[in-house]
């Protein structure tokens, strides 16, 4: 049974915020915005056609408020909800409680949510569906003795991971039995204070990884299709910060057998939507299920331009109730793309936030350049949320010409006022390794020179007036936007 979508309140900010509106503007869909008092003149609220404050910056008051969030869209006559990423995106209960009010969840289903968001429920369910895993536990370890027992039998090093982990939070790699005890208490305190849950299991610790992962679409008829793989290897403290598709250690055959097994998870917990399935790649072709993403990904505009497929648009559809149109074999990977993930970061200093105000901010243009931003000139970067400033994309007919845009996007990209990571993408993308496309997910511990880097967009002693002006310009501008022929379509609930 079918169900248009005729108004989608969007429950983030920013660059995804943004994102989402546009694609939902090119369907006829009448968007909602909302926003910290941080977020007053952000570009998503000026982009949408209502927009509500939500409370103070702090995310705990405004962007996780998730009743607020729901009794909004039922004041606001809004259909659907788009969570983004982050936030309340892999909330279950958030998801059920959208569904309670009679809101289209634009995501999978609640128990989806809950099966992927847990990583021992996720293991148990794809097992069914001979998943490649990797050796470990069956199940929570939490008999000290009997754990390091099953470590020795595996064989060091191992990995003790939390179960309701993510970001890095929760690991601990252990290199021999004499040091087991100690991780292993670290990983569950880590995992009580992290996530409120101090579940852990032991696996393989897999040497020289690759982190490649599998974009799908399943819709409520039960047809699933994969969008081919992403190669996310280049990480900072386990984070992605350079993507990639294809991924050049693939096969066709490997892709292949990847994107089954993806199809395999998406079936294990019923899924609905857009959704990725994350595996370790180790050396030699083996691969093992790490564990499932049950959101649009950061890294989402790689696949986008490597298949012409809009996600965003896809994920409307399929929450309407609409059939994949996309059959398997129509599939097809057409050139190359890399997305650099722009934070406001030292990378000198351990890539280290860097908060401020942008004195000057120009985005690159040209053929095969997209950037996915929230931001504007004389914007703050704020402490309280997420530093990336920008996603930049470059696509090309070949990986080679997809570095080179990229490399000339980056030389023409002007951001002032805060460090940035821009100096370390160049660095990565110039190094021998990355171009031969023999790297791994410790390409930062193995290779990173902190000194080759330039510190010229730090330099503000340099920008001196000139930044000054562009920032009372970049004011003027923010001013006469929000008065430029969009107040009088926003509802008298904008303040």
Not at 106 to 122: H, N, Q, T, V, W
Not at 241 to 270: F, H, Q, W, Y
Not at 464 to 489: M, Y
């Amino acid at each position: 049974m079918s169900r248009t979508i005729e108004k989608l309140l969007v429950a983030n900010r920013g660059e995804i915020a943004l994102r989402i509106m546009r694609s939902a503007r090119e369907m006829g869909i009448k968007t909602v915005a909302i926003y910290s008092e941080a977020d007053r003149r952000a570009p998503h609220v000026m982009f949408a056609d209502e927009a509500v404050l939500l409370g103070p910056a702090p995310s705990s008051d405004s962007y996780l408020k998730g009743d607020k969030i729901i009794s909004l869209a039922i004041e606001l006559n809004v259909d659907a909800i788009h969570p983004g990423y982050g936030f309340l995106s892999e909330n279950a209960q958030f998801a059920q409680r959208v569904e309670d009010a009679g809101i289209i969840f634009i995501g999978p289903r609640p128990d989806a949510i809950e099966i992927m968001g847990d990583k021992l429920s996720a293991k148990a369910a794809v097992e069914e569906f001979d998943v490649p895993l990797v050796p470990g536990s069956d199940g929570e370890v939490t008999d000290i003795d009997a754990a390091k027992k099953l470590a020795e039998k595996i064989g060091f090093p191992v990995m003790i991971k939390a179960s309701a982990g993510g970001g890095g939070k929760g690991m601990r790699i252990v290199q021999n039995k004499e040091e087991f005890s100690s991780q292993m208490e670290r990983a569950v305190s880590e995992a009580t204070n992290s996530f409120g849950n101090g579940a852990v299991f032991v696996e393989k610790y897999v040497l020289d990884p690759r982190h490649i992962e599998i974009q799908v679409l399943a819709d409520e008829h039960g047809n699933v299709v994969h969008l081919f793989e992403r190669e996310c290897s280049i990480q900072r403290r386990h984070q992605k910060v350079i993507e990639e598709a294809p991924s050049v250690v693939l096969t066709d055959a490997l892709r292949k057998a990847m994107g089954e097994a993806a199809v395999n998870v998406a079936k294990s917990c019923n899924y609905r939507g857009a959704g990725t399935v994350e595996f370790i790649f180790e050396p030699g072709g083996k691969f093992y299920f790490l564990e499932m993403n049950t959101r649009l990904q950061v890294e989402h505009p790689v696949t986008e331009q490597i298949t012409g497929i809009d996600l965003v648009k896809a994920q409307i559809r399929i929450a309407e109730g609409h059939p994949l149109d996309l059959k398997q074999e129509d599939l097809r990977i057409q050139g190359h793309s890399i997305e650099v993930r722009v934070y406001a970061e030292n990378a000198a200093e351990n890539f280290m936030p860097a908060t401020g105000k942008l004195f000057e901010y120009k985005r690159p243009q040209g053929l095969g350049v997209r950037v996915d931003d929230g931001l504007e000139q004389g914007m703050d970067i704020s402490i309280y949320y997420d530093p990336m400033i920008a996603k930049l994309i470059t696509f090309g007919s070949s990986r080679d010409e997809a570095i080179a845009r990229m490399k000339r996007a980056i030389s023409e990209y002007r951001i002032s006022g805060v460090q940035t990571t821009l100096d370390f993408a160049s660095f990565v993308l110039d190094h021998n390794a990355f171009i031969s496309g023999d790297f791994d997910t410790h390409f930062v511990a193995k290779y990173f020179d902190k000194d080759a880097l330039s510190n010229d967009d730090l330099d503000l002693e340099s920008v001196g007036a000139a930044a000054v002006a562009n920032l009372l310009q970049g004011s003027k501008a923010q001013q006469s936007v929000v008065t430029h022929g969009k107040t009088s379509r926003w509802k008298s609930n904008r303040t």
